[in-house]
């Protein structure tokens, strides 16, 4: 099956650093979706991603597409303690076999010291 | 209008019980997915439907067993649970599968 790829597993930074996150596939997605996941909940989108090349932006956040299809990338600017969770890249791949599998990656646990 | 209602929230089983996680959904949305959460693993699709009566096997389907007789309710069927099946339980909801997808509380599952 498809794979994803998520790096970095965790991280742990200072209030007001930038973040960086992505994700990378064996194969070729067409819709690429970033989730943020707090203790107890369910995960709540991010921001869509539904077009190569595409950067979307979200508040501080900031998510692009790869031109390759196969990677995606999540930025936070000036971090606050707020933004502290567990962050999920999710993608869709090509092809008819692949509709309606929703494919996520491992995680980036990310801890924001104040 | 409630979201994605998941129950129940805490459940322990021993091994060989059956049981059914319920998932519902007042949205109208036609596409629902099971996914279980396991440390370091991500969230792994278990089973998804994309309308009622259409369901079809996701990552992770040994071992459940799911139908969609309405578009609001999705139920999750363990038929004999075993201790590989301890896990936190998502169901989740959306217009289709590249849309955004709304995650019910969860349920967590022990099996002993």
């Known amino acids: 099956g498809q794979q994803l790829n998520q790096s970095p597993q965790s991280m742990f930074i200072q209030e007001g650093e930038d973040v960086s996150m992505n994700c990378t596939s064996s194969?070729?997605?067409?819709?690429w979706l970033w989730y943020k996941q707090d203790p107890g909940e369910g995960p709540v989108l991010l921001i869509a991603l539904y077009k190569a090349g595409e950067l979307t932006p979200n508040g501080r956040l900031t998510a692009q597409f790869g031109i390759t299809r196969k990677d995606s990338f999540l930025n936070i600017s000036a971090s606050i303690p707020s933004d502290v969770g567990i962050y999920f890249c999710a993608g869709q791949g090509a092809g008819g076999t692949s509709y309606g599998k929703l494919t996520f990656g491992q995680g980036t646990i990310l801890t924001v010291h104040p | 209008n409630a979201g994605v209602t998941q129950t129940p929230k805490f459940q322990v089983l021993k091994t060989g019980q059956s049981m059914t996680l319920q998932c519902a959904q007042d949205m109208n949305h036609e596409y629902m997915s099971w996914y279980r959460q396991d440390p370091g693993m991500g969230l792994r699709l278990i089973h998804y439907?994309?309308?009622?009566?259409?369901?079809d096997q996701g990552e992770v389907p040994n071992g459940y067993n799911v139908s969609r007789s309405t578009t609001e309710d999705f139920p999750l069927r363990l038929l004999s649970a075993a201790p590989s099946q301890t896990s936190v339980y998502f169901c989740?909801?959306?217009?289709?599968?590249?849309?955004?997808?709304?995650f019910g509380p969860g349920t967590r599952l022990t099996v002993t």
């Open positions: 439907s994309v309308g009622a009566g259409i369901t």
């Open positions: 194969s070729i997605f067409n819709t």
């Open positions: 989740a909801s959306s217009y289709g599968p590249s849309y955004e997808q709304y």
